[in-house]
T-cell receptor, first 114, second 113 residues
């Protein structure tokens, strides 16, 4: 059974803090993705990676950075958290080529920035 | 500009009846379409997909229809069950380096017993 785990289910941080969200997948998938989900806006892609040490900006990368030092781990970093980054953050993994491009999601991290 | 749109934020149907969720897209380069289902406090889970070369795909109670000329797809659930109550997202695959998906805003389906 494939699995994507995220380091925290709930997180409360203060404005200006540096925040790390960790994601680990056990599927040996090349691709990993970070999304945020907001009411009425659906899932918006922040960053993705198709290989170790490779990263590309998604649709809303401003205020975020990522790190992928190992194939199974993809970290999202908020350098200086702001209240407009309060959201549900979802990590996903998927195969690079072939198939349906199905992505497997973690349970999400509900981040609140005060 | 949203390339994938779900214009109905919510839908309520009676148990046993058909649920029809709709999705429109603007990018003719999308080549694969997927539907995901999401329960509260869980990540989305894959439900069903369709290639752009097909117009219908069926899996049990779930059928997805694709109308390429109208750039429209729909998900039919029949018969609807209370356990189907969830947020449904449609997604489209583009031609980017990771074949990343573009998601719609979601439709909250409520199946009433």
């Amino acid at each position: 059974d494939v699995k994507v785990t995220q380091s925290s289910r709930y997180l409360v941080k203060r404005t200006g803090e540096k925040v790390f969200l960790e994601c680990v997948q056990d599927m040996d998938h090349e691709n990993m993705f970070w999304y945020r989900q907001d009411p009425g806006l659906g899932l918006r892609l922040i960053y993705f990676s198709y290989d170790v040490k490779m990263k590309e900006k998604g649709d809303i990368p401003e205020g975020y950075s990522v790190s992928r030092e190992k194939k199974e781990r993809f970290s999202l970093i908020l350098e200086s958290a702001s209240t407009n980054q309060t959201s549900m953050y979802l990590c996903a993994g998927g195969r690079l080529a072939g198939g349906t491009s199905e992505q497997f999601f973690g349970p999400g991290t509900r981040l609140t920035v005060l | 500009d949203q390339q994938v749109k779900q214009n109905s934020p919510s839908l309520s149907v009676q148990e046993g009846r058909i649920s029809i969720l709709n999705c429109d897209y603007t990018n003719s380069m999308f080549d694969y379409f997927l539907w995901y289902k999401k329960y509260p406090a869980e990540g989305p889970t894959f439900l069903i997909s369709i290639s752009s070369i097909k117009d219908k795909n069926e899996d049990g109670r779930f059928t997805v229809f694709l109308n390429k000329s109208a750039k429209h797809l729909s998900l039919h659930i029949v018969p609807s069950q209370p356990g189907d109550s969830a947020v449904y997202f449609c997604a489209a695959r583009g031609s980017g380096s990771a074949r990343q998906l573009t998601f719609g805003s979601g439709t909250q389906l409520t199946v009433l017993p």
